[in-house]
């Protein structure tokens, strides 16, 4: 998150003569989302594509806030929720009342109910940024949740509002009964909503809440109040977080407080930071993870919520550019041709940081499955979390691996350093 | 009624002061360093289930003074490896690694200690009704909280205003640099500060497991709640958080002991308007409601006077 | 690097789904294993595990093998219709899921809309402990079945038994604000209205889902309020914290509870020292008296180590085991034909029967109150020393309420 990545990224984004490659990558993306059912084509797969889908819109609409914006949120599933409650109303008012109009519509109501909420509240929330802003946003969202479970007629208790996709009116002789038409609408929705996020990073709205997010003092010297910007980015984000709402609803046929909780809100956050808050592509690369991790992960351990917890720490201290920046960090060797010289330290750095993560693993499930006593199974080698060879296993693989881990990171640095300056040489990196 | 009145008085004022244990800590911590520690309530979780194992190993009054001893030097290892090492990044790195910390704390508890309530009990020699009003018996154990809670808070307000450490914690507040060129430690000030913070939630922890309920969600259960009493109070204001605690203790007894509902104050809507949003709003009783008053409270100084009850800074 | 692995990890488990053989019967169970619930949620794998390791000693189901598939829903609606799609593609036909009423309502919908929209592939949905009655009233779906007696079942045995308890003067009514506690709530009202008219009603509470620390307003309402019976459906954290109190504040009243026995429960009525001052109502409980339900409960305990929470679940595998037995086939559609109208002797002694029309299984309930045990009472709870011990069973034909479920059958 520092301004030199953030610098390099405004001067990389739309270089003279790079339209082709700036199209391509977008037409890639929707070619790939395209060919993606084809090749997986089980239910799981299709569902979980579209779970994927919902999260990189929704992450993508976080990102206005805490990328763009500097605003740190903690109730950002609050939109994400009553767009989907809006989308669950919607529908079913197009069933009862005969209205000519079909289910790909709908999420555009959820973006209303989301933003509608936004702008009645938002006003008051962004008068201050920072701490202040987060603190409102976690109250605002207990608020909301705990109101639904009380407005029983709008929110239907904590059972939720239920609906029906297939009732609505056809379109294209799409009934959307199955899981690849679902994730075809998805699709299209997280294509159209990408795009237009990433148009309104182009606008000199988007410019100006940048400035707004790394210094609000010099955006009031030159005109523009940062409280009227910060509340037109928390507008926008409402808006296309009720589409994912909207999304949601869709694919689950049900809207319940669930939406609204601080478990949706922390998990945007993790999405959208461990992904990286720099670049565009960020939060999409967050999503993915995180998502994934929360449908795979949960099969294999029960303590899940804390490898996220432990992974999100880790990025936090050691790379606050998240996955994104990781990455990123990357381009300028590669054009300078030097990146050569940094990959026998990475792969000298693999064996000890796999010790060490196989280490943390280890540890956690001795301790975690201690009074179960299901065994282990890490990598097809089973262990027992009772045996005292396990438990020397984990200190070995925790304390040799941290030891020679940081050796070997040490060397990375220097390789990095090495390779940086004749990057910098050779004018890549500034 | 005057029961009602008398023993939700009793009731109210004792949350508030638990409250404010746990938000001085927050305060003097978020005052100095500029952070919010969103694993503020992990820590008070944490000397809840110290305060447990150490109470099985070695008694009561023991833990009563190791676990928040213990609890402290977690919080003084987070801030010198953790924190002190994100402060580069800037504030809202500071606040993601504390939510990332919460949410490890509460997964390593409940791997540790289980996810269902533990049993532990109140000391035999405080397990006794202290006396007995309308026929209602009022456990020694309540008056005990309330004597510890009143006492800490007299000691720190005495610490800071009173003491040379306090001076220097003062004055590291505001011009950190000053205090630097005289000679004083800046970065150990902090990390002896962020202990002493979490310890004092460590010790709410203590006392306030016996009492209320000893389980892996009770922090998520207090923390939202215990930043709507700092905001409402006046970030970084010691007096507004004292303030704001006892209100919000106050209000949300209080809350939970009246009936009324706009139905029972206005008479029945007309039944034919059928069930709607308003039907809702208009039969739900305050009872009801209580557990969201505070955050209604917040939304509404928000509105009123964004600084809060006592706050001197805008930001 | 990072991004083969990563590629690996994205595409491994897709390719992992093939569909396998169709020589075992697999039961989804889906509830939660991590998060708030999971100590509940592991208890009932257990169970079902051992159930179904029983049932293949016994060369399973038509000689078919029973597996369970464990499946970790966080209590979340989203989430369990995730985990009932994952599934449905590991080739499991038959889904069990008992905590939270939002999650079976949730999945009650999905299963119907999924055994319409793929005709051939159908889905049996089987509730073992969600207990709201709309599940087999006005959301009623032929694809669920309940073996767990609904909260109104629960509300009449109980007025049955309060019927009939002369001492019973002034009730209060302290239940959690959703839906099982409001239904809880107006049973009370309208059947010991209609069953005994000279109890006084002297309170009617609802109160946060567990949001709540301290009870104790609360029980100095109740205190002032002058009642001698508390009814309340609170469960978990809700009813231990309520519990303790009361003992706190030295409130003597009885309780009539339907979750005081839940996981934890036993621990804190034993710490607050009411000594068969709290009742429970069940479909079953470990010191029933019935011979072979105590032998089945003194094996359980020593396999599994945890007391035997869900006698329903015996019935329930039991049950499909009988109609899949009567449908020879392990087609869902048949064997939900077999179920309907199926008449089974219960684990605890007597007849039950699952009624056709709503799918609603009917079976003998017990009350029961906790505290120190007889002679011939051989089980505690929770190594508290304390136990259950019979106070009333009401029979069948006294535990039935009507429907107003309109069937769409297939």
Known sequence: ?430 | MLELIVISTLNGVLFGMLLFLLSSGLTVIFSMMGVLNFAHASFYMLGAFFGFQLTKWIGFWPALVLAPLLVGAIGMAVERYGLRNTHKHGHVAELLLTFGLAFAIEEIVSMIWGRSPLDYRVPALLDFPAFTIFSTNYPAYKIFMLAVSIVIFVALLIVLKRTRVGLIVQAALTHPHMVGHLGHNVGRVFMVVFGVGSALAGLAGVIAGPALVTQSDMAAALGPILFVVIVFGGLGSLPGAFIASLVIGLVQTFAVALNGSLASAFGPLDPSTGPSVLTDIWNVTIAQVAPIVPYMLLVLILIVRPMGLMGTRES | MRKLTLAIAVIAPMLGHAASAEDTVKIGYIDPLSGGGASVGEGGLKTFQYLADELNAKGGILGHKVEIVPLDNKTNPQESLVQAQKAIDAGVHYITQGNGSSVGAALSDFVTKNNTRNPGKEVLYFNYAAVDPSLTNEKCSYWHFRWDASSDIKMEALTNYMKDTASIKKVYLINQDYSFGQSVRTDARKMLGAKRPDIQIVGDELHPLLKITDFSPYIAKIKASGADSVVTGNWGQDIALLLKAAADAGLKVNWYTYYAGGAGGPTAIKQTGLDHQVFQITEGFANSGNQAAMDYEKAFRAKVNLSLWYPRAVNEMRMFKAAAEKAKSIDPVKVAAALEDLKFEVLDGGQGLMRKDDHQFFQPIYISSFGKLAANEPFDEESTGWGWHLVSKIDTPQAMVPTTCKMVRP
């Open chain 1, 1 to 430: 998150m520092t301004t030199a990545t953030r610098s390099t990224s405004k001067a990389t984004a739309t270089p003279a003569g790079g339209g082709v490659r700036f199209y391509g990558v977008w037409l890639l993306g929707i070619a790939v989302l395209i060919v993606l059912p084809l090749i997986f084509s089980s239910g799981g797969s299709l569902t979980s594509f579209s779970l994927i889908g919902i999260a990189i819109v929704f992450a993508l609409s976080y990102n206005i806030l805490l990328g763009q914006t500097g605003l740190l949120s903690f109730g950002h599933a609050v939109h994400y929720g009553l767009g989907g409650f809006a989308a669950c109303h919607m529908m079913n008012a197009v069933v009862s009342h005969g209205w000519p109009i079909p289910l790909p519509f709908i999420p555009l109501f959820g973006g209303i109910g989301g933003l509608v909420f936004a702008m009645i509240i938002g006003w008051v929330m962004t008068k201050r940024a920072g701490t202040v802003f987060a603190m409102i946003s976690l109250g605002i969202g207990e608020l909301v949740a705990s109101s639904s479970l009380i407005l029983r007629s709008m929110f239907g208790g904590e059972a939720g509002i239920t609906t029906d996709r297939t009732a609505l009116p056809k379109m294209l002789g799409w009934s959307f009964g199955p899981q690849l038409q679902v994730y075809y609408l998805i699709a299209f929705w997280l294509v159209l909503s990408a795009i237009a996020m990433y148009a309104l990073t182009r606008t000199p709205l988007g410019r100006i809440s940048n400035a707004v997010r790394d210094n609000p003092e010099r955006v009031q010297f030159i005109g523009y109040d940062p409280h009227v910007v910060r509340y037109l980015a928390f507008c926008f984000a409402g808006f296309f977080a009720g589409v994912a709402g909207g999304l949601a609803a869709i694919n689950f046929e049900i809207a319940n407080s669930a939406y609204l909780g601080a478990i949706q809100s922390g998990l945007v956050l993790f999405s959208t930071f461990i992904g990286g808050t720099a670049y565009f592509f960020g939060p999409m690369l967050g999503a993915i993870l995180v998502t994934y991790l929360q449908l795979g992960l949960t099969n294999v351990t029960s303590v899940w919520q804390l490898y996220f917890g432990i992974i999100f720490i880790g990025i936090v201290m050691f790379s606050p550019g998240g996955i994104a920046g990781l990455l990123m960090m990357h381009r300028p060797l590669v054009r300078a041709g030097t990146l050569w010289t940094v990959i026998p330290s990475y792969l000298v750095a693999i064996v000890p940081t796999v010790a060490l993560a196989c280490g943390v693993i280890l540890t956690i499930e001795t301790v975690a499955r201690y009074s179960g006593g299901d065994p282990i199974n890490l990598f097809g080698i089973s262990f027992n979390a009772k045996s005292p060879v396990t438990w020397i296993a984990a200190a070995v693989l925790l304390v040799g691996g941290a030891f020679v881990a940081r050796l070997a990171w040490r060397r990375i640095a220097d390789a990095w350093d090495r390779a940086a300056t004749v990057a910098r040489d050779r004018g890549y990196l500034a």
